[in-house]
């Protein structure tokens, strides 16, 4: 910050990023209560949640089902992976379903039960907490900017009995990496006796996901694994769900051990409702290219901010030091807006933000508050 500038002035109750419990974004509830207001009251730009969301149909399955709640969720998730199955034309006997795709990433972990886990960082940082319930070891590559696939680092180190956790596309980077740059590693690699989880959490924000999925191999090659999530593009992160696609024995083994009632009837009957609806498919990639578009105007030409070029909803920021982070995601805060500041565990620096895409009124109000910020250090 400048000498002679104002520090943006914070009450006690700007949450410290760096204390113990902020592994994530999304903590609305916790901001809310510090804030003594309601939860709605927060723009959260911290966790990437489709701003469209929930679709109208899977809110209108809600209120149909809500008496659902006095009987146990069906444990087969028969209706939702039939509704998985067409959106994604993959066969049912393919995928399971779980209490959204971290407990998609536990299961897959406790049933493989690896030598290694391999994570590319920076990452989301429930790989390494799932392998670490588990007692698994973690071997941690790092990715530096401009976020480039480590192949030859990867072909060096992955050994028989490993998992490698692949995301795609990238959080916290938005780079997404087409099918061509990895296939044939990845044949390869599942040949050597690796498992592969190719975390594609985003990958419904991406209308031409086709060239990027790992979806054809999941249901080709035993050792590829597909995680995916309807969190985040239909808005459901308090109902949870997400889903597994790969062999029919894994899927069969993981049934067989996993919490028959993990994921609750509303969440099932939403997502049933919610994979139907390729209409709110339409508009959301429709509302994120001109967000993107809106992002590299604003942001993506500041001379004092960084940031990548993303494929997905949300983006990764650099500023010039961890003192304008902090001057910054405190005028945010002070306005009631939550950004993901990303250091310690991703393997970035106090100077890196995320901040998700949200609707043209939130971002030009987010943007706002930045350039104010900026203006002020
Ligand atoms: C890359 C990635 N994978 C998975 C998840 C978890 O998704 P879910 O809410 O379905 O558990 C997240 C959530 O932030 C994520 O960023």
Redo the contacts with the bound molecule.
């Keep these: 910050m400048g000498a002679g500038k104002r520090a943006v002035r914070v009450g006690p109750q700007y949450p410290d990023p760096l204390a113990a419990g902020h592994d994530?974004?999304?903590q609305v509830h916790e901001a809310a209560r510090l804030r003594q207001v309601e939860p709605h009251a927060i723009l959260d730009a911290s966790?990437?949640i489709n701003p469209l969301g929930p679709p109208s149909s899977a809110l209108q399955a809600l209120s149909d089902l809500a008496g659902l709640v006095r009987h146990y969720p069906d444990s087969t998730h028969e209706p939702v992976r039939r509704a998985l199955s067409a959106a994604l034309a993959v066969p049912t006997d393919h995928i399971w379903c779980?209490?959204?795709?971290?407990?998609?990433?536990d299961q897959l972990l406790y049933t493989l039960r690896p030598r290694r886990v391999c994570i590319v960082e920076p990452?989301?940082s429930?790989?390494g907490r799932v392998a670490a319930r588990h007692g698994l070891p973690i071997e941690r590559i790092a990715m530096k900017p401009p976020f480039s696939y480590p192949a030859d680092r990867l072909d060096a180190l992955l050994a028989e009995g490993d998992v490698l956790v692949f995301?795609n596309p990238?959080?916290?980077s938005g780079r997404a990496y087409p099918r061509s740059e990895w296939e044939s590693l990845f044949w390869r690699w599942a040949a050597r006796g690796v498992h592969i989880l190719v975390?594609e959490?985003?990958m419904d924000f991406l209308p031409d996901a086709s060239r990027f999925s790992a979806l054809p191999l999941a249901t080709s090659v035993d050792g590829v694994t597909v995680?995916r999530?309807?969190?985040?593009i239909f808005a459901l992160?308090g109902l949870?769900?997400?889903a597994g696609i790969g062999s029919p024995s894994l899927v069969h083994k993981i049934t067989s051990l996993r919490d028959p009632w993990s994921v609750n009837q509303l969440a099932q009957a939403a997502a049933v409702a919610a994979y139907k609806d390729a209409a709110f498919l339409q508009e959301t990639w429709q509302w994120l290219e001109g967000a993107r578009a809106w992002a590299e105007g604003t942001w993506g030409s500041h001379p004092r901010i960084h940031t990548f070029p993303t494929t997905a909803n949300f983006m990764l920021a650099r500023w010039p030091e961890a003192a304008v982070a902090s001057h910054v995601a405190a005028a945010l805060w002070n306005n009631g807006v939550l950004v993901r500041r990303l250091h310690g565990s991703l393997g970035l620096g106090a100077e890196w933000m995320r901040i998700a895409l949200r609707t043209p009124e939130e971002n030009v109000r987010i943007w706002r508050v930045v350039q104010a910020a900026l203006d002020d250090s």
Aim: aromatic share 10%; no cysteine.
């Design positions: 994530h974004g999304g966790a990437s779980g209490n959204g795709a971290t407990e998609v990433l990452a989301f429930e790989y995301n990238h959080n916290p975390d959490a985003f995680v999530s309807a969190t985040k992160p949870r769900l997400g």
